[in-house]
T-cell receptor
Framework: NAGVTQTPKFRVLKTGQSMTLLCAQDMNHEYMYWYRQDPGMGLRLIHYSVGEGTTAKGEVPDGYNVSRLKKQNFLLGLESAAPSQTSVYFC??????????????FGPGTRLTVL | AQTVTQSQPEMSVQEAETVTLSCTYDTSESDYYLFWYKQPPSRQMILVIR??????QNATENRFSVNFQKAAKSFSLKISDSQLGDAAMYFCAYRSGGGGADGLTFGKGTHLIIQP
């Protein structure tokens, strides 16, 4: 049981390049989330998904797109990367049936640098 | 929108002593959940303790306990018998209740240093 995994772990991009971050979970969770963490800040929610084929905006969605074509995967895309998107990105998941426990399970993070 | 405030950017404590990390939050909701997460240098987010707002009893997990003051909107974390492995960033987080898929709202964190 791998939990939540993220690919890649590190990436360096040039301004204007595009990339996709992949999040996968093997816990059959309904809810999935993408956060970013900047220095001196807590995590901030970018987008989230309540199920396959559905996504919604979080606190800081601009410049990002997401897709959830399969229940176990949640993709975060940057169409034209900007230096302001240099950050550590975390994926998380939570099960609907776990609502009484309310724990979000986090991936290990992806460190992205945009030059 | 809800906000979470951690007023201590950094705290230092001697090994084996007790330390309390502060957290306040602002919300108009009555049903919500509060969490403390630990982030060591590996950057993995680790859940330390959770508290449901409808529960009056303060949550406890081994050496970790909270002081939840709902009227004051305060949620502090007490670490007893501090150990070197407790050194990390600690984040307080809030989530709305009601069974929705809301994400977490985090504070800016407190860097905890354990002095040997």
């Amino acid at each position: 049981n791998a939990g939540v995994t993220q690919t890649p772990k590190f990436r360096v991009l040039k301004t204007g390049q595009s990339m996709t971050l992949l999040c996968a979970q093997d816990m059959n969770h309904e809810y999935m989330y993408w956060y970013r963490q900047d220095p001196g800040m807590g995590l901030r929610l970018i987008h989230y998904s309540v199920g396959e084929g559905t996504t919604a905006k979080g606190e800081v969605p601009d410049g990002y797109n997401v897709s959830r074509l399969k229940k176990q995967n949640f993709l975060l895309g940057l169409e034209s990367a900007a230096p302001s998107q240099t950050s550590v990105y975390f994926c998380a998941s939570r099960g609907y049936r776990d609502r009484d426990h309310n724990e979000q399970f986090f991936g290990p993070g992806t460190r992205l640098t945009v030059l | 929108a809800q906000t979470v405030t951690q007023s201590q950017p950094e705290m230092s404590v001697q090994e084996a002593e007790t330390v309390t990390l502060s957290c306040t939050y602002d919300t108009s909701e009555s049903d919500y959940y509060l969490f403390w997460y630990k982030q060591p240098p590996s950057r993995q987010m680790i859940l330390v303790i959770r508290q449901e707002a409808y529960k009056q009893q303060n949550a406890t997990e081994n050496r970790f306990s909270v002081n939840f003051q709902k009227a004051a909107k305060s949620f502090s974390l007490k670490i007893s018998d501090s150990q070197l492995g407790d050194a990390a960033m600690y984040f307080c987080a809030y989530r709305s209740g009601g069974g929705g898929a809301d994400g977490l709202t985090f504070g800016k964190g407190t860097h905890l240093i354990i002095q040997p």
